[in-house]
Structure formats: C-alpha cells, structure tokens
C-alpha cells in the first residue's frame, strides 16, 4: 500500500492531466507566486476579515441580508466538496439542506424545541442520514455509477421531495411551515440581526476548516487522485465509490447543517428549499467562484448574491437576464472561475507530504 500511497501521490504533484495546465514556472516552488508565498491563505484571511467587520458598517436590513448569504455560503461549501473534491454532480444537494430545514421546523412547532444545542446536531443528523441513503442507493451498486447516473438520480431526489412537500398537508402543502419562533441559547433568544449573524459566520469558519483539513488529509490526497484519475485509484486498490460515498454523506451532513439555520434565520420553509430551482442555485455559486477551492464556493455565493440584490433593486424587469450573461461570461472565460485569477492550478490542487529536497548538480 506505500507504493500505491505515493503513485497517489504523484498524481497531485504535476500539471493537470485534462488542461495540461498547473506546471510550476522555473526556480519557483509549486503552488507559490513570484516571492515565494502562498496566495490561498491571503485569500482566506481577507475574505474573513471583511466579514468580521461588515456588521459594523452595514444597516440593520443589510446585516440581515449578510446573514443569509453566509448560510448560503455554508449550504455551498457542501456542494463544492462533492462535487470539486469527489466530481459527484449532485443535482439534489438542496434535498439534505431543505429536509433539515422542514425537520428543526417540526421540532419547534410540534415539540417547542428551539435550543441550539439540539436544534443544529439535529439538522445536521437529518443531513446526513438523507445523505447516506441518497448515496448509498447511487453510489453502492454493484457496478460503479456514472456521472449522468447520480445526477440524474440527485435531480429526481431532490424533485420527489419537492412534490412531496407540496402535496403534504402536515408539511403545510404550497405553504410550508410559517412563524418558527427564534433559536435559544439558554433563556435567551438567537434573533436576527449581528448576533445571529456572527454565530453563522464561526459556524461557516468552523466547517471551514474542518473541510480545509479533511481535504489536505490522507483521506484527501485520496480525493486528489479520484478527481484526476478514478480508474487509476481503482487500481491501487482504493474503493472509488466508498469515497465518494463518504464524501457525499458529509456534504449531507453540511447541508443539513446550514438548512437548519436558515430555518431559523428566515422564520419559515417552504417546498422550494427542496427543489431542483435550489439545488441549480447551488451548482451556479461553486461554478462561479471556482469549483474545488471551498473559498472559491464561498466568494461565489457572495458575489452573486450580492450582485442579484443590487440588479433587482435597480433593474428590476431585466435583471435576470444580466445576471445570466455575467454568468455565461465567466463560465465561457474563466472555465475555473473568478478564484482562478487569483490562485494557480497547482495551489488549488494542494501539496501533500514533505516537498521533495532539491539537488544541485556539481560544477565541472
């Protein structure tokens, strides 16, 4: 197994093997600009900066509307690390975030369960059930699934879920379930507003890293060479389809977890946060930020909803059609979306192990 770790290895170590793109230029160490420093963290590190102290400059309606695309932020995280990270297309990725949401909605109404400390494990449990039985379903077959197989079978997931919402009298039908009274840390009432917002944002930070670990893990260099190669993984003897299994049952999970709090956050769920209008929403975000970087998921969310808010305040017969040549343009331009101007092929593949030492060669 060493040897198949390091020919695992070695897969994540040159340029792409589809673009050609990624070599590192001469005498400048992989996935490092001209000085010599990384430019991912620096990325991350400003995103998160200008979060912190947005609240602090924003109206309250803006703070408001903040919180709402930093739990999107999360719902997209989890779409990034299927589908960047594990090439599953899941087309039905608002599924887990929507059951989670319907879920914690039925524990306030019917069992007056609104502490955090329940609320959230139990969304994010919801998650992750759904998507292990989603995904086993797909993925555990006796024969590999393919690519147009799980998205298909995602899209009729998420579908199903939807019609059944709708035709549901005890989900509320056509109009969900209405006035989910606030989250609860104690005696105290989580309300929108900062509060609610900086408790998203440490969720989102969190989740972040926890992702940021799991992909520059052992168990993500396995990622690496399933996303580049799967075939090639199969034959070192790593179980593709356990993998992506794995993956998708914590991007459930995720989703889960965000579907949860906006829940909460939005007082209310309704059968479109089950439906495939969302899961597409989902797919557009991580398209258009740049697909397996999980900052790129998080920008994308960001610039898209912010620019749909100011478009439907300014423009508002026409400003779906903008934002969908903005959209065409990025992805016919920038195939690796907007964090590809930023962050070279070989830093969003990552390096993994010890850098190999150099060797000079001797003067004659």
Same mark, same amino acid.
């Given at each position: 197994?060493?040897?198949?770790?390091?020919?695992?290895?070695?897969?994540?170590?040159?340029?792409?093997?589809?673009?050609?793109?990624?070599?590192?230029?001469?005498?400048?160490?992989?996935?490092?600009?001209?000085?010599?420093?990384?430019?991912?963290?620096?990325?991350?590190?400003?995103?998160?900066?200008?979060?912190?102290?947005?609240?602090?400059?924003?109206?309250?309606?803006? !703070?408001? +509307?903040?919180?709402?695309?930093?739990?999107?932020?999360?719902?997209?995280?989890?779409?990034?690390?299927?589908?960047?990270?594990?090439?599953?297309?899941s087309f039905g990725q608002a599924l887990f975030f929507g059951a989670a949401g319907y879920g914690v909605a039925l524990m306030a109404r019917d069992?007056?369960?609104?502490?955090?400390?329940?609320? &959230?494990?139990?969304?994010?449990?919801?998650?992750?059930?759904?998507?292990?039985?989603?995904?086993? +379903?797909?993925?555990?077959?006796?024969?590999?699934?393919?690519?147009?197989?799980?998205?298909?079978? !995602?899209?009729?997931?998420?579908?199903?879920? %939807?019609?059944?919402?709708?035709?549901?009298?005890?989900?509320?039908?056509?109009?969900?379930?209405?006035?989910?009274?606030? &989250?609860?840390?104690?005696?105290? %009432?989580?309300?929108?507003?900062?509060?609610?917002?900086?408790?998203?944002?440490?969720?989102?930070?969190?989740?972040? &890293?926890?992702?940021?670990?799991?992909?520059?893990?052992?168990?993500?260099?396995? &990622?690496a060479g399933l996303r580049e190669n799967e075939q090639r993984i199969a034959f070192f003897g790593y179980k593709a389809q356990h993998l992506k299994?794995?993956? +998708?049952?914590?991007?459930?999970?995720?989703?889960?977890?965000?579907?949860?709090?906006?829940?909460?956050?939005?007082? +209310?769920?309704?059968?479109?946060?089950?439906?495939?209008?969302?899961?597409?929403?989902?797919?557009?975000?991580?398209?258009?930020?740049?697909?397996? !970087?999980?900052?790129?998921?998080?920008?994308? !969310?960001?610039?898209?909803?912010?620019?749909?808010?100011?478009?439907?305040?300014?423009?508002?017969?026409?400003?779906?059609?903008?934002?969908?040549?903005?959209?065409?343009?990025?992805?016919?331009?920038?195939?690796?979306?907007?964090?590809?101007?930023?962050l070279g092929e070989r830093e969003r593949v990552g390096r993994f192990g010890k850098a190999p030492k150099e060797t000079h060669n001797a003067a004659?």
């Amino acid at each position: 197994m060493a040897a198949a770790k390091q020919a695992v290895a070695r897969l994540s170590e040159g340029p792409d093997v589809v673009t050609g793109e990624g070599a590192p230029a001469a005498g400048v160490p992989a996935g490092r600009g001209a000085a010599g420093r990384q430019v991912l963290p620096i990325v991350e590190g400003l995103v998160l900066l200008i979060a912190l102290l947005l609240p602090l400059v924003l109206q309250d309606y803006l !703070t408001v +509307f903040a919180t709402r695309v930093i739990i999107l932020a999360l719902f997209a995280l989890s779409f990034d690390l299927v589908w960047g990270y594990a090439g599953i297309m899941s087309f039905g990725q608002a599924l887990f975030f929507g059951a989670a949401g319907y879920g914690v909605a039925l524990m306030a109404r019917d069992l007056d369960i609104t502490s955090i400390f329940l609320i &959230l494990p139990a969304g994010t449990l919801i998650g992750l059930v759904a998507a292990l039985l989603l995904g086993g +379903f797909l993925l555990l077959g006796r024969y590999p699934a393919s690519v147009i197989f799980v998205s298909l079978g !995602t899209l009729t997931g998420s579908y199903a879920a %939807d019609r059944l919402a709708r035709g549901w009298y005890y989900l509320g039908g056509q109009n969900g379930i209405p006035s989910i009274p606030s &989250l609860s840390l104690g005696s105290t %009432d989580i309300s929108e507003g900062p509060v609610y917002y900086y408790l998203a944002l440490g969720i989102l930070a969190v989740v972040y &890293l926890l992702c940021r670990f799991l992909v520059r893990s052992q168990f993500g260099l396995a &990622l690496a060479g399933l996303r580049e190669n799967e075939q090639r993984i199969a034959f070192f003897g790593y179980k593709a389809q356990h993998l992506k299994a794995i993956v +998708f049952a914590i991007g459930g999970a995720i989703a889960g977890l965000a579907g949860s709090l906006y829940a909460f956050h939005e007082g +209310f769920v309704w059968p479109n946060i089950l439906g495939v209008v969302f899961s597409t929403q989902v797919v557009l975000y991580v398209l258009f930020g740049g697909s397996g !970087t999980l900052i790129g998921a998080v920008i994308g !969310t960001v610039i898209i909803e912010g620019v749909s808010f100011w478009l439907s305040d300014n423009y508002r017969d026409i400003w779906p059609i903008i934002l969908g040549v903005l959209l065409l343009l990025v992805i016919m331009f920038r195939p690796l979306g907007l964090i590809s101007f930023v962050l070279g092929e070989r830093e969003r593949v990552g390096r993994f192990g010890k850098a190999p030492k150099e060797t000079h060669n001797a003067a004659p």
